[in-house]
């Protein structure tokens, strides 16, 4: 049962503790995760995450915004999610995928309120899924039950996998959604699949305006390392014939035209080296046949397109920076829609007619808000006050800064200065590095997670966010630049930056740390290894070893495209880009945060690590979450990642002891 439940604010009793949030008040913050308007215009889905301490999970639950009149109410709840809104056509049913059996299925439900009916009972759960434009049918797509031979395998010989060969492949299937609802378990309609067997597995799909053909994006199987087989497929639902579209991919994320005449998709256009080349929007007839390129002059990736009678609408990064962009389908002109130039929009959602959009957005020191405009005359109205909660707190500032690397690239970063700032002081400097290496850090408030910076900065700190060469928002040449060049090219952006405020004035040479997770991980492993410039260093899930990473991640090619080389062909380039090659400089207290299940960054680049310091002496301590892959998404686990770093850097930069440091957060 979904029943209404109200969820306290994040400040209603914090002010009373501290001007500083918490750890866990950070965490426990609220904040929108995406948005769905209605085709009508009327009504705005959006999921807003909240976090369940009891159950140890960050949930997410559905709420209703009109517009018109500003009224807004929670739609769902309970102790697991509910996400992914969809509206049904007549704008009168609302569709979204929940867990709270389990299984991740598909639920409808009056946006009114009420019960909702669950639609699908999948052994393994459904993936993505749409209503067909006549209102009809649910597409999505699921594994379906496990086969019948792995099951008997298991019985027989117990678990165990046979790696790049057990797949389970997703395939699309098609439920008519009854005109009554709500439903017992006994009438509910049993789905039809549309694809089948093991020559590749779907992942998105969007339907033709008649309601007759489903467009979908497979690959020859689910393995990360096979994108580049992504391809464009289409589906009679008739006779379930299924035509390729596509080659020279990767292409994904197909679109119809508004009359079903043509396709709109993203496309590499058969770059080899796609990871850091620019996507681009292609166009090409519903049937198949020659493609045109609509967007070869942008530079930058498009996402979330979305074509109507008005055109084609696609979002984009640009620096620290977010836009929705409108582009002719005939002429291919783009203009961009949002504004002012430092503005930060994503997950844009229009309505059927295009003249109306909603969205997520923020300008620089704000937090991000459910917004609608019209879409050709761009003009927000703020929906959601989800700064709200913040308030009464004092919170660090935020600012874009920039300076030249060592071979004259212009690099930009955030830099974040503590609420009673004083000019002409220095301040101890604390690096926190995103990863990606395509990510990038923007001035807009977020809720702190892995690292506490507004901790750090009421301690005393000032930080600096580095969009290091590769990050996305820059062009594909700025993407490129650190191609071969892996860690030595993003430490020199890195150590750049930190000379730049040194030389402004503003921070302490002797008292600069750095962080980061992932590709962040991997450049703090780097600064750990390659400089005696830090006092203090965290390595988050990070690449000690490209050789260690390359044989045992679960993506093979991104190594292979950004080192151009496998280890048994350059070795060279293995070596000079790897931080274990250069530990016997390594001086620097290294924090090593892993979780022990990483398929991303296996573990083993953490072990590596470790014990290469602890032979050289260097202090070092390694902590392995249990039971996390690359991320570390659980809350209480979070709290631990926040906890541990903060202990860490209030050690080594603030010369406090273990004890002083875990208690500082709580008083």
């Known amino acids: 049962m979904f029943k209404l439940r109200i969820w306290p604010a994040l400040c209603a009793c914090a ?50 915004a009109i517009p018109a009149t500003g009224v807004k109410y929670q739609l769902t709840s309970g102790k697991k999610s509910s996400q ?20 991740s299925q598909v639920y409808v439900i009056s946006p009114a309120g009420g019960e909702a009916t669950q639609l699908t ?36 010989y117990g678990d165990f996998e046979i790696v790049t060969g057990d797949y389970a492949m997703s395939h699309l299937w098609l439920l008519k959604v009854p005109a009554d609802i709500p439903l017992d378990a006994k009438a509910r309609p049993k789905p039809e699949a549309l694809t089948h067997g093991n020559t590749f597995t779907v992942s998105d799909f969007t339907w033709a305006p008649d309601s007759k053909r489903i467009a979908f994006t497979a690959a020859k199987d689910p393995d990360l ?3 580049d087989t992504s391809e464009i497929y ?20 197909p679109v119809w035209s508004p009359d079903g005449r043509e396709i709109a998709y993203t496309t590499a256009n058969g770059v080899e080296f796609h990871y850091y080349a620019d996507t681009r929007i292609a166009i090409m007839p519903a049937d198949g046949g020659p493609s045109r390129l609509a967007t070869a002059e942008f530079d930058e990736d498009p996402r979330s397109v979305s074509w109507g009678p008005d055109g084609i609408y696609f979002s984009a990064q640009q620096k620290t920076d977010s836009h929705v962009f409108h582009m002719d389908p005939k002429s291919l002109a783009i203009r961009r829609v949002s504004a002012p130039e430092h503005y930060s ?14 969205f997520l957005a923020a300008s620089s020191n704000r937090f991000r808000e459910l917004y609608t405009s019209s879409a050709r005359d761009f003009a927000p109205k703020q929906l959601t006050n989800f700064g709200d909660d913040w308030k009464g707190f004092k919170l660090a500032s935020r600012e874009v800064v920039d300076w030249k690397s060592a071979d004259g690239t212009a690099i930009e970063g955030i830099l974040i200065k503590p609420a009673d700032y004083v000019t002409g002081r220095k301040y101890p400097l604390l690096v926190v590095i995103h990863g990606g290496p395509t990510g990038v850090d923007t001035p807009v408030m977020t809720s702190d997670r892995y690292y506490p910076i507004e901790r750090f900065a009421a301690k005393g700190a000032v930080i600096l966010k580095v969009n290091y060469r590769g990050s996305a928002g820059y062009g594909e040449k700025f993407r490129s630049l650190n191609v071969r060049n892996l860690g030595l090219g993003d430490y020199a952006d890195v150590i750049s930056g930190v000379d730049s405020l040194i030389a402004k004035g503003i921070v302490d040479k002797d008292r600069v740390g750095a962080m980061g997770w992932s590709q962040g991980g991997y450049i703090s492993a780097f600064i750990t290894c390659y400089s005696d ?30 080192l151009k080389a496998t280890p048994w062909d350059d070795p060279e380039i293995y070596q000079k880009t790897s931080p274990i090659f250069y530990v016997k400089n390594a001086k620097t207290p290294t924090l090593i945060q892993h979780g022990d299940q990483d398929k991303r960054v296996p573990p ?18 390694l902590i392995l979450y249990k039971g996390f892959g690359h991320p570390i998404n659980k809350p209480k686990q979070q709290r631990a990642v926040m906890e541990h770093n903060y202990d860490w850097f209030s050690q080594y930069i603030w010369g406090e002891t273990a004890d002083v440091a875990a208690t500082a957060d709580s008083q």
Do not use: C
């Open 15 to 64: 002010v009373a503790f501290s001007q500083t949030p918490t750890i866990d008040q950070s965490l426990s913050s609220k904040q929108p995760t995406s948005v769905e308007i209605s085709p009508d215009g009327r009504y705005v889905a959006y999921s807003v995450q909240y976090t369940n301490w009891e159950e140890n999970s960050f949930d997410d639950q559905i709420w209703i």
């Open 84 to 103: 992914g809104p969809k509206w049904s056509p007549d704008s009168k049913r609302l569709a979204f995928k929940s867990d709270r059996d389990g299984k």
């Open 121 to 156: 009972a999948e052994e393994n759960g459904v993936g993505p899924f749409d209503w067909s434009p006549d209102g009809a049918s649910i597409a999505f797509t699921s594994t379906g039950p496990e086969a019948k031979s792995k099951k008997d395998r298991k019985e027989k």
């Open 225 to 227: 390392g096979s994108r």
């Open 234 to 253: 289409l589906v009679n639902l008739s006779d379930h014939f299924v035509k390729k579209l596509t080659s020279k991919g990767p292409n994904d994320n």
């Open 345 to 358: 929009v994503s997950g844009a959602s229009f309505s059927k007619d295009q003249k109306t959009m909603a």
């Open 533 to 562: 410039r830090f006092k203090a260093v965290s390595v988050g899930a990070g690449i000690s070893d490209w050789m260690t990473y390359y044989v045992n991640t679960d993506i093979h090619p991104f190594t292979r495209q950004y």
């Open 604 to 621: 083993a680049n953490a072990f590596e690590l470790y014990q290469a310091l602890k032979d050289r002496g260097v202090p070092a301590k």
